[in-house]
C-alpha cells in the first residue's frame, strides 16, 4: 500500500495594509522632555554658569560615572546638538557645562588619505 500525499491547502490571500499617516523622522516633532526628569536635571546643572562636576550629577542622579559621561556623549552632544564644555581648574574637580551655540564641526573626522599609492 502506498501512502497518499496530503494535499495542501492555499493559504487566503493577505489583505493590504491601509495607508496610514506616518511622519518622516525629521518631520516628526523633537523628543520631550519631562521638567522633573533626571535627563533635565543633568541639563539645567550643565546650563549654570559654573557648570557641574561629575561627582555632583552621580549624586544627583543615582548613575554611575560610565553613565554621565555616556549622556554626555549621546544625548548632550549628539541628539541635542549642545556645545559641552569642560575646564579643569588648578585644584579640584573637572567642571562641564553647556555653553551657547552649536558644536565645533572642526573636530569632525577628517578624510584620510589613501596610502597606496599606484
Request: glycine share 6%; net charge positive.
Amino acid at each position: 500500500m502506498s501512502k497518499n500525499k496530503s494535499t495542501s491547502k492555499a493559504k487566503p490571500a493577505a489583505t493590504p495594509k491601509k495607508p496610514g499617516k506616518t511622519a518622516a523622522p525629521s518631520e516628526a516633532a523633537p523628543a520631550k522632555q519631562h521638567a522633573n526628569s533626571k535627563q533635565s536635571d543633568v541639563i539645567e546643572m550643565l546650563r549654570q554658569p559654573q557648570g557641574a562636576t561629575i561627582a555632583a550629577i552621580m549624586k544627583a542622579t543615582g548613575w554611575q560615572q560610565h553613565s554621565v559621561r555616556g549622556f554626555f556623549a549621546g544625548i548632550v552632544r549628539k541628539k541635542l546638538g549642545l556645545k559641552l564644555e569642560s575646564q579643569k581648574p588648578n585644584e579640584g574637580d573637572r567642571m562641564y557645562r553647556i555653553v551657547s551655540g552649536k558644536p565645533d564641526s572642526s573636530k569632525s573626522k577628517a578624510v584620510k588619505p589613501n596610502r597606496r599609492a599606484a
